[in-house]
């Protein structure tokens, strides 16, 4: 059983870099099992913002760069469906730049939700 991470941004320039940066750290430093890719999704705003190049240093830690044009009344959902879309995982985690995880589970731990028996 093995997770796929879904994270969302956007190359507007604004203080949710800081927030990216410590959010890609901290998944990074998650002592885990069950992560085995990391998808970064990224809306593109063609007139304003940084260029695709500024995300680049993510690639160094192991995150894959999706890109997708920006402006849509949708964005959000689309840039999450657009990251969901490349994950080969059956589990995915979704979250967005400026989420501060502390805990993902280990792989005995997902198994034990899975499998166990609820109900009648």
């Given at each position: 059983?093995?997770?796929s991470?879904?994270?969302?941004?956007?190359?507007?320039?604004?203080?949710?870099?800081?927030l990216?940066?410590?959010?890609?750290?901290?998944?990074?430093?998650?002592q885990?099992?069950?992560?085995?890719?990391?998808?970064?999704?990224?809306?593109?705003?063609?007139?304003?913002?940084?260029?695709a190049d500024?995300?680049?240093?993510?690639?160094?830690?192991?995150w894959?760069?999706?890109?997708?044009k920006?402006?849509?009344?949708?964005?959000?959902a689309e840039?999450?469906?657009r990251?969901i879309?490349?994950?080969?995982?059956e589990?995915?985690?979704?979250?967005?730049?400026?989420t501060?995880?502390?805990?993902?589970p280990?792989?005995?731990?997902?198994?034990?939700?899975?499998?166990?028996?609820?109900g009648?």
């Open positions: 059983m093995n997770l991470i879904v994270l969302i941004t956007t190359n507007l320039p604004n203080p949710t870099y800081d990216l940066d410590r959010c890609i750290n901290k998944i990074n430093a998650l885990t099992d069950i992560i085995d890719e990391k998808i970064l999704s990224i809306d593109m705003f063609e007139k304003q913002g940084v260029s500024f995300f680049n240093k993510y690639t160094k830690t192991g894959k760069l999706i890109y997708g920006a402006g849509s009344s949708r964005g959000q840039n999450q469906l990251g879309s490349q994950c080969k995982n589990y995915i985690l979704t979250c967005e730049d400026d501060m995880l502390l805990w993902l280990t792989y005995n731990d997902l198994k034990y939700l899975i499998d166990r028996q609820v009648f």
